[in-house]
């Protein structure tokens, strides 16, 4: 079983939609946790971090449940730009700083 | 964006072949990463560098050495690619190991193609 697992879609969404991104990961010792973006062809880059409570970063709301082992994104109000994959990263504690990367969920935002 | 360049950033070789890709990077940051992405696959650890001289081996180790003799340059080799080495490789760079506190910037990539 992966570490950290997402559905890669691709989610196809016209303009203006809400889409939700969810991914699960196996190891309770997790302790930190991030979404990247990574365009077609580029290099991942920071999105978000996800804290505990959840937090806002303008369209994009990130939540975290410990209980269930689940992170989630959501954007709101999608936008062509929006189109790309969207990594879930986790930070396991008993293995130092290494970060264990999904697969990636594909978004398509269409006109 | 964070200074980091990777070269080449496109290379054909043939099986058998040593080749080694260069991450330089121009902020300074303690610690250095190797990745390869494949499809179906998240981004995977090669090795990661936690100083000069000082390196240490992640998930996927089999095959690839690195050096680490100044702070700006993470050199990774292959010593003998094979066509399961085919793949994008990226460079990192964070000024913290706890991840939990910084960032990790990538560099642009390297794409690797052993025939």
């Known amino acids: 079983r992966k570490e950290v697992e997402q559905d890669p879609g691709p989610f196809n969404v016209p303009e203006g939609a809400t889409v939700a991104f969810n991914c699960t990961y196996s190891n309770s010792a997790s302790q930190s946790f991030f979404w990247y973006r990574q365009d077609c062809r580029k290099e991942p880059k920071l999105l978000m971090s996800v804290y505990s409570s959840g937090n806002e970063d303008g369209r994009f709301t990130a939540q975290l449940n410990r209980a269930s082992q689940y992170i989630s994104l959501l954007i709101r109000d999608s936008k062509l730009s929006d189109s790309a994959t969207y990594l879930c990263?986790?930070?396991?504690?008993?293995?130092?700083?290494?970060?264990?990367f999904g697969q990636g969920t594909e978004l398509s935002v269409k006109p | 964006d964070a200074g980091i360049t990777q070269s080449p950033r496109h290379k054909v070789t043939e099986t058998g072949t040593p080749v080694t890709l260069r991450c330089h990077q121009t902020?300074?940051?303690?610690?250095m990463y190797w990745y390869r992405q494949d499809p179906g696959h998240g981004l995977r650890l090669i090795h990661y560098?936690?100083?000069?001289?000082?390196?240490d081996k992640g998930e996927v180790s089999d095959g690839y050495s690195v050096s680490r003799s100044k702070t700006e340059d993470f050199l990774l080799t292959l010593e003998s690619a094979t066509s399961s080495q085919t793949s994008v490789y990226f460079c990192?760079?964070?000024?913290?190991?706890?991840?939990?506190?910084?960032?990790?910037?990538f560099g642009p990539g390297t794409r690797l193609t052993v025939l």
């Open positions: 902020e300074n940051h303690r610690y």
């Open positions: 560098s936690y100083g000069v001289k000082d390196t």
């Open positions: 990192a760079i964070s000024d913290q190991h706890d991840t939990s506190t910084d960032t990790q910037y």
């Open positions: 990263v986790v930070n396991i504690y008993n293995q130092g700083g290494k970060l264990i």
